[in-house]
Structures are given as structure tokens and as C-alpha cells.
């Protein structure tokens, strides 16, 4: 479905029935496949045929809605994870292991911060954090000789800043290392990080592409585009023989578009088993298939409740990529051209206590740690999941006591700017 517009690969790509076939997508809810010979099943074994036999590596249901993202994202492969910290974990730990380094963006979620800096770190992997905004010498000081992969997100959570993905793909490529990008907040239908020069896409399919607060997922899409071979001293695993494959070599048996990805799953999903269920690969289907349709709302509701705030004298400040006034307009409007995502964050005059009011004040839109809702949600870092740290320690977090996050959902922008106005009113 290559050829197709993202709005009708967001409804239609990844299955094609044949005559008298299920219209949508069916729910293999089986752990395992049936051979009629050793020998058949044996040739899947030593990845000499492709075939299904064990749900942990490979299921029918979850590779369908794995190759709707692919084609939405643009790429030659893609594998689903049972949430978004697999999918990051897995995209790094592919082709970064024990001695080796990453660069990575500092405005990161914190869930992938903590896996990075604390986590991967005690595995052996050392990360580099930049700025988004670091000038082009910062970046370029931050690569090593074992530097293996660089990673940013499209737009940050809960940070909001925007990444300028040509500028930190050049950096990448001018060092023999692919780009990965965490495409969670923009989707596939507000940017494309593989047509700017990223070479891997990860998602949190439990935001928008779920959409609908129902199943925790998460996926990775290769490009297709960056050549190990030709720098193989840097990618052993992928460019030297898998013992455990009877010593096959990934990138000269599946080629540049295949390699990534079939050893990410025959040996990170085979060892690490972060599968997801095919029940929540259905769920997520039914989120995709509106995705294009969502997104466009949840912008123009991110739009009208931030220009609302925007003139409020109870708001200090406002942060959305979509506004004018955001530092991170042009790379916005570069990169995202037709809208960056629906959450809003800002600042109530008053600080933390006014924020912590104002909250308790809303009546449509709920307190929760989600975001990316059909639900408007929202939430008071200071007063909840960083309610341990002093005033001072929440700005070094970059979350000052004053921020909320406002998670835009799908109902009436009338009615959510009322909720907020009302909110207001009362603090
Ligand atoms: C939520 C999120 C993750 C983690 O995903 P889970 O599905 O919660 O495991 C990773 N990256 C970003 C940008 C996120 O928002």
C-alpha cells in the first residue's frame, strides 16, 4: 500500500483478505503453530523458511498491525513489544551492548531516561545526554570511538521540545551510526522521521496510535536505509555469524532491510520474550484505523486551549510547539506541518499551590499519569509523581512546581476551555 496517502494506510494497510477471509483482522489467540515434520519445523529454527511457530517469537495477529506501521512510517521492517520501554530498550540494546555508547537527547520521556541512564547503564552501555537545542560543536563532542546509535523523541514528553531530526541524523551518519527516534507524540500521521534522515522509529503505542486508553504496546520500524556492511567494525552483531543461528550473518542472509529487525526478533524477543498479546495487537489495530482522523482533532483542541491560555492573567506561561510564540515554532512547522500533538503544558501564577487548586478544580478533564487520551487528562507533576522533590529540585528536573500537563482529548474545545476557565476562576 505503499502509494497510498497515510490516511488510508492508517485504515487499510497490513492485511488483505482473499475471498471469503475474515474483513478484519482475526485474534490468533494460539501459542503455537503445527508441522506434520521435524523437518519443516527445524527450517524455521535455523531461519531458513519463515513461518510461524511459537507465539513468543512471532504471531500472525501482531505482525499484520506490525506491517500497517511499517508502511506508515515508511520503512522495510517492523516487530510490535509489549509496551514502549521494550521497544526503546530493544532498539538500543540491537546494536549497542556491554562497552559501547550511546548519544542520546536529554528531553526525553523519564520512564526511557531512567532505563538509559540507570538501567542499560549497569548492562555496560554509557549514554551522553545533549540538549535539543545544544550547538552543533556540543553535539559533536558527545561522540566517542564506541558510540553506536544516536536517540531523540519527534516532540518530548513531557518536555515539548522538538527535534531537529536533519541536524542530528547528519551528526549520526557523519559518524557511521544510525538515528533512532521515539515518534510517540507526533505519530506517523504528523511526521515521518525516516523521510528527514532517521534510520529507526519507536513508538509508545499505548498513546495515540491505542488512543483509547485500552492496551500498553509499543513498536520499532527499521528504515531500511542505514548500511551495516559497510560499517561492519562497528556492528558486529549484525555484519559477524549468530552461533546460536548455526552462524548465519544478519545483514548479508536479510539483506539491509531485514537485518535490524529479524535479529531483534531471534534474539532479543526469543531471550527477553516482551511479546505482545495478539488481543491488544486487535485493540491497537482499531486505534490506527482512526489515528489520521484523531490526530487532527486532538491538534486543533491542543491549538484553541493553548491560544485560550495564552491570554489568560492567571497563566504565566505556555508551552505548544503549535503556537507563534514557541521557541520550537519553525522546527514544528518544518517537521510537522500539519499539526504536533494535542498535549499542552503551562504555568499558573501562584506556583505550586495554585497549580495544585486549580486542579483539584476541573470537572471534564481527569488527574491521571496517562496521556494521549480520547479522555482529556492532566496532570500536576509537583503535586504527584515528583511531590518528593523541593521547589528548587523540580526546575534542575525541568519540571517546575507551577507546570501542569494537559493532555488534550477528543471532546468539544468549547467545553474543555470552560472546565479550564472555570478552574481558573476558582483559585
Ligand atoms: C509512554 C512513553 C514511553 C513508554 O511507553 P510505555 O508504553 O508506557 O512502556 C516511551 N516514550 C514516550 C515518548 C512515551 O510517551
Partial sequence: MSDYSIETKCVQSGYTPENGQPRQIPIIQSTTFKYATGEAMGQLFDLEASGYFYSRLQNPTCDHVAAKICDMEG??????????????FYAVFNIANCGDHVVSCSAIYGGTYNLFAVTMKKMGVDFTFVAPDCTDEELEAAFRPNTKAVFGETISNP????????????AAHAHGVPLIVDNTFATPVNCRPFEWGADIVTHSTTKYMDGHGAAVGGCIVDSGKFDW???????????????????????????????????????????????????SAFLLNLGLESLHVRMARHCENALAVARFLEGHEKISWVNYAGLESSPYHKLAAKYMPGGTCGVVSFGIKGGRDAASRFMANLK?????????????????????????????????????GDLVRFSCGLESSDDLIADIAQALERI
Fill in 75 to 88: 520503512g522495510s521492517a517492523a516487530m510490535l513489544t509489549a509496551s514502549g520501554q521494550a521497544a526503546n
Fill in 159 to 170: 518536555s515539548l521540545t522538538v527535534l531537529d531530526i536533519e541536524r542530528f541524523a547528519k
Fill in 229 to 279: 556492511l559497510a560499517h561492519a567494525d562497528k556492528f558486529p552483531g549484525l555484519c559477524t555469524p549468530d552461533d546460536s543461528y548455526h552462524g548465519i550473518t544478519y545483514a548479508e542472509k536479510f539483506g539491509q532491510g531485514g537485518a535490524y529487525i529479524t535479529k531483534a526478533t531471534a534474539q532479543l524477543m526469543r531471550d527477553f520474550g516482551s511479546t505482545p498479546a495478539p488481543q
Fill in 364 to 400: 471534564l478533564a481527569a488527574i491521571e499519569t496517562h496521556v494521549a487520551d480520547a479522555r482529556t487528562c492532566c496532570l500536576h507533576p509537583a503535586s504527584t509523581t515528583h511531590r518528593q522533590m523541593s521547589d528548587r529540585e523540580l526546575i534542575a528536573a525541568g519540571v517546575p
